[in-house]
Every structure is written in C-alpha cells, then in structure tokens.
C-alpha cells in the first residue's frame, strides 16, 4: 500500500501563494504518476497538475502560469507551488498517486486533502 499526506493548505489572500506538499510512505516503488486534483464545494473533482516519474508535466488550463508542480523522488515528495492565488482557487486540495503513467480520478492513491481558502 501507498499512503500520501498532504500538507500546507490555509487562508490566503487573493494574489498571494501557498506552496502545498506532499509526503508518500509505504510501497512506493509502486507510484509512477504523482498530482494533484482539487475539489470546490459543490464542485466534481478537478485536475490541477501532474508530473510523471521523469518529470513530464501537465497543467489544467485554469492554473497554467501560475502553478507549478516538482518532485523529489529521493525525498518521496511531490509540491504544488501557487501563486496569484484566485478566490476560485478555493478548494480542498488532494494529492494523488498512480502505478501507470498518467494520474486521473481512478487512480490508486489519494491523500485525504487539505483545504485550500482565498479570500477576497
């Protein structure tokens, strides 16, 4: 089993950062694609970013320019640097992990979230 927990949500203003992270634990020989996917109130699940074991990178449109996800495999861990944060932005933020090259809504590892807050 892989087991992923998420750290440094909170409230920030709109136009400020968060850097978010991402620590995996157990069998984690088994993780190739790492991400991360978001959900609003009301909202389905969302794609944020992902990062495939050699680095390749995918953005969701909304967050492209100002998100920007990096991993350290040595570490086991993978972050979500935000900047020019949006109200809309808002959301409990989740860290996903997959044994196939491309992370998704089924994939096999979640962590439980961290809520992500801008105000205004």
């Known amino acids: 089993q892989v087991q992923l927990v998420e750290s440094g949500g909170g409230l920030v203003q709109a136009g400020g950062s968060l850097r978010l992270s991402c620590a995996a634990s157990?069998?984690?020989?088994?993780?190739?694609?790492m991400g991360w996917y978001r959900q609003a109130p009301g909202k389905q699940r969302e794609l944020v970013a992902t990062?495939?074991?050699?680095?390749?990178?995918n953005y969701a449109d909304s967050v492209k320019g100002r998100v920007t996800i990096s991993r350290d495999n040595a570490k086991k861990m993978v972050y979500l640097q935000m900047n020019s944060l949006k109200p809309e932005d808002t959301a409990v933020y989740y860290c996903?992990?997959?044994?196939?090259?491309?992370?998704?809504?089924?994939?096999?590892?979640w962590g439980q979230g961290t809520q992500v807050t801008v105000s205004s």
């Open positions: 996903a992990a997959d044994r196939g090259s491309v992370v998704g809504p089924n994939s096999d590892y």
């Open positions: 157990g069998s984690i020989f088994r993780i190739n694609a």
């Open positions: 990062i495939t074991k050699g680095g390749s990178t």
